[in-house]
T-cell receptor, first 113, second 111 residues
Framework: DAGVIQSPRHEVTEMGQEVTLRCKPI?????LFWYRQTMMRGLELLIY????????DSGMPEDRFSAKMPNASFSTLKIQPSEPRDSAVYFC???????????FGEGSRLTVL | GDSVTQMEGPVTLSEEAFLTINCTYT??????LFWYVQYPGEGLQLLLK?????DKGSNKGFEATYRKETTSFHLEKGSVQVSDSAVYFC??????????FGKGTLLTVNP
């Protein structure tokens, strides 16, 4: 079975540009999570969805960040406009009901110059 | 709110040494506890878990026991290998499947 698939794996962009990160969760999983990892702050939960509905977006740093899940097999995290302090590795993870275990993608490493 | 505190790294050991990474937590209710491992350039993957007090999770020679009285879930391995070099995260999970992670501990094992 395919795991959680994220794209792109690496993104280098300039300050002010729009960035879109994509995630395909494991089929049948009804929870999807977006995390951000940096050396300074560790792993931070940005937002999570249940059955495509956003449940908790309190971790989204500011209005420049937005996330959508238009269907059960696809989610996006968008940053507009991007800033150098957004440089991080962004992870998507999914969870099937009752398992309590998160399955992580390989991450999208974002560098904003 | 829920929180996880794990020992600061980095931890550097020689091959076959004993490993302990401390983890304590604060939570309401009865959370599940997890250890995740992140190898270089990869996402996190579940190493082991325990869902109730006194449960012992184990996998690949690693063990951790859910201690409610000390609110701890320390990770141990009797003999580490070079291939165990990675970042280890302690985490707790509530009823909504949301996990709260510790800051991670970098382990380097030298031959």
């Amino acid at each position: 079975d395919a795991g959680v698939i994220q794209s792109p794996r690496h993104e280098v962009t300039e300050m002010g540009q729009e960035v879109t990160l994509r995630c395909k969760p494991i089929s049948g999983h009804d929870y999807l999570f977006w995390y951000r990892q940096t050396m300074m702050r560790g792993l931070e939960l940005l937002i999570y969805f249940n059955n495509n509905v956003p449940i908790d977006d309190s971790g989204m740093p500011e209005d420049r960040f937005s996330a959508k899940m238009p269907n059960a097999s696809f989610s996006t995290l968008k940053i507009q406009p991007s800033e150098p302090r957004d440089s991080a590795v962004y992870f998507c993870a999914s969870n099937g009901q009752g398992t309590g275990e998160l399955f992580f993608g390989e991450g999208s490493r974002l560098t904003v110059l | 709110g829920d929180s996880v505190t794990q020992m600061e790294g980095p931890v550097t050991l020689s091959e076959e040494a004993f490993l302990t990474i401390n983890c304590t937590y604060t939570a309401t209710g009865y959370p599940s506890l997890f250890w995740y491992v992140q190898y270089p350039g990869e996402g996190l993957q579940l190493l082991l878990k325990a869902t109730k007090a006194d449960d012992k999770g184990s996998n690949k020679g690693f063990e951790a026991t859910y201690r409610k009285e000390t609110t701890s879930f320390h990770l141990e391995k009797g003999s580490v290998q070079v291939s165990d070099s990675a970042v280890y995260f302690c985490a707790l999970g509530g009823s909504n499947y949301k996990l709260t992670f510790g800051k991670g501990t970098l382990l380097t094992v030298n031959p």
